[in-house]
């Protein structure tokens, strides 16, 4: 496994991730098996994957759950970065809530599903409007001060909230969209995003030594082999709310995609090989949070570090990138 470091915590974290949306269940990521989940999981630290990244609103505290439970006695030999901020009702309504008494119990019900008694790196999901960031993280430094986690994560916001963020207490990670197709995008399943990740958070976290974590570096799937252009998955499936993947703009992202799978095969490698191993070049990417349902889908994430693109394979992706910068990569 490769390994990468930053200045701002001393870990070192394995250069593929492990993304634990799927294993939130079936319910919300078609063809989850918990199960499955478990095993991939547990593959996943026996090849050397130490960066698990999960959060309470994955299926509701179910991937917390089968997080916890798959880790086991491993607890010790990883990193978990989970999140705050997002919570929901008893009819499962999610809303935006970082107030201190709402992080309170957030951490304490974290802690609970995923068997462990401390956080590594605990990361707000999305900034709160109702909530100001110094109360925010005025809370949090009370948290970190109690043990219950290490280090200080922010995920999806803007350079400027992280400054702000940064003035009340240490900052180690930034976590946001990025992936071969979006690698400037203005927004997230029509969430507004008030960052751009290649020209504003990559150079801001390796001026000050700070994590980063891209999510969604498969683009939900698009980026492998298997994708279909059509019933790839139901209106249960969290993905059938991604704008991208339907509609005429996911007709645009599909045709790149497929010269990106003539690319692969060219080369020999799946084309979610390529998409991780691309990102693992980009010297401002620490941990590619890669989702996996199967042992299958952890081994083929993990042989991603197996071998490189060349340079001239880099400048090709590059030539079958180029035509499709306008309008697609500022979507």
Known sequence: MKMKTVSAVDFEFSAVGFGCWAAGGGDIWNATDDDNSIAAIQRAVALGVNFFDVAPVYGLGHAEEILGKALGSN??????????????????????????????????????????????????????????????????????????????????????LTDEARQQDAVVSHQGLYNLLERNPTQYHNIPLDYRTEDEVFPYCQEHGLAFFPYSPLFQGLLTDNF????????????????????????????????????????????????????????????????????????????????????????????????????????
């Not at 997002?86 to 992080?103: F, I, M, Q």
């Not at 462990?116 to 110094?134: A, G, L, R, V």
């Not at 090709?316 to 180029?322: A, K, T």
Request: aromatic share 8%; proline share 5%; glycine share 4%.
């Open 75 to 160: 607890r010790q030999q990883v990193i978990i970065g989970s999140k705050c901020g997002l919570v929901w009702d008893d009819a499962g309504n999610v809303t935006n809530d970082l107030s201190p008494e709402s992080l309170a119990r957030e951490i304490d019900d974290s802690l609970r599903r995923l068997n462990t008694d401390y956080i590594d790196i605990y990361q707000i999901h999305w900034p709160d409007p109702n909530t100001p960031i110094d109360v925010t993280m005025q809370a949090l430094s009370e948290v970190k001060k109690s043990g219950k986690i290490l280090h200080i994560g922010v995920s999806n916001f803007s350079i400027a």
């Open 228 to 331: 279909k252009p059509q019933d790839q998955f139901d209106e249960n499936d969290v993905r059938a709310a991604n704008p991208k993947l339907n509609g005429e703009l996911f007709k645009q992202y599909y045709a790149i995609r497929e010269k990106l799978v003539a690319f692969a095969k060219e080369i020999g490698h799946p084309l979610s090989q390529v998409a991780i191993n691309w990102m693992i070049h980009q010297d401002a990417v620490t941990s590619v949070i890669c989702g996996a349902q199967t042992v299958e889908h952890v081994e083929q994430n993990v042989a991603s570090v197996t071998w490189d693109l060349t340079e001239d394979m880099l400048a090709e992706i590059d030539q079958i990138l180029e035509p499709y910068r306008d309008p697609v990569y500022t979507q």
